[in-house]
């Protein structure tokens, strides 16, 4: 069977984190909901994949690999109850990379409120600096939560209500060394479409957009789920010893985005077709139902079969 990459879904954004307590409260309380968990006894570890899934969602009650802007967290057993443990949240040396999540909300003055009377901390409050469109919140890790509007800010500025069921896991941004190379990847190898670019000559950087756009009619891109967000900040691309932190190696934090297939042997085929480099082949190890592929600065990116498009062979 041939597989089609505009079929394909930016499914999964993974995250370590040390308390799955602390943090499913957290993100409950954004309004995702848990749709699916696996557990790892022998392994010692669990996994834990959240979504939005109420009135109001783009994708109620698909299954988990149909689905985009789903939050996976990984909880090794143990860490909870060790006082050394810290994760990696990407934005600071050393283990700089990956940069944060972000949710798009119906009133966002209300739901920063919202936020902070629950006793949540804040890298960026809306006051903060120039720009009073964003914020970012801390999850309890310390990894950075973009919060975006879905409306005109100056709309809602006096609306003292938030509907959670309205919330979007809009997109995950992650630092690229060279913008060329890793747009060409996204693009050419992956699949996916570049929907938007933000050029900043004046802070020499670039923000660049990326989704599979034939899954949901939206009426903008802040009501979209699974979007990738590439940040390139200018010149990076000529140092020959620069290099951004993919998350797993030490220190750890960010794991891994994962891509849904309608075929996966066949898109690990084209993908072989296309010279990736791989983490893991289908055929390595004794999990022979997952892929991981590394991008142009090693990021790693899984590959798992959309079971709602599972072909009748698999």
Known sequence: MATDPSSYKLNHTMLRVKDPQASLKFYEFLGLTKIYQMDFPDNKFSLYFLAYDGPNALQKGKHWTDRQGVLELTHNHGSENDPNFQIANGNSEPGKGFGHICVSLDNIQAGCKRLEDAGYKFQKKLTDGRM???????????????????????????????????????????????????????QDVMGMELIRTSENPDNKFNLYFLAYTKHEQVPSQAHREGILELTWNYGTENDPDFKYHNGNDEPQGFGHICITADDLDAACARFDEKGVRWQKRLTDGRMKSVAFILDPDGYWIEVVQNQSKKPSNL
């Open 132 to 186: 009073r469109h964003i914020a970012f919140a801390l999850d309890p890790d310390g990894y950075w939560v973009e919060i975006v509007s879905q409306k005109n800010v100056d709309e809602t500025a006096d609306i003292k209500e938030t509907d959670v069921s309205t919330y979007r896991f809009n997109h995950s941004m992650i630092r690229v060394k060279d913008a060329e190379k890793s747009l060409k990847f996204y």
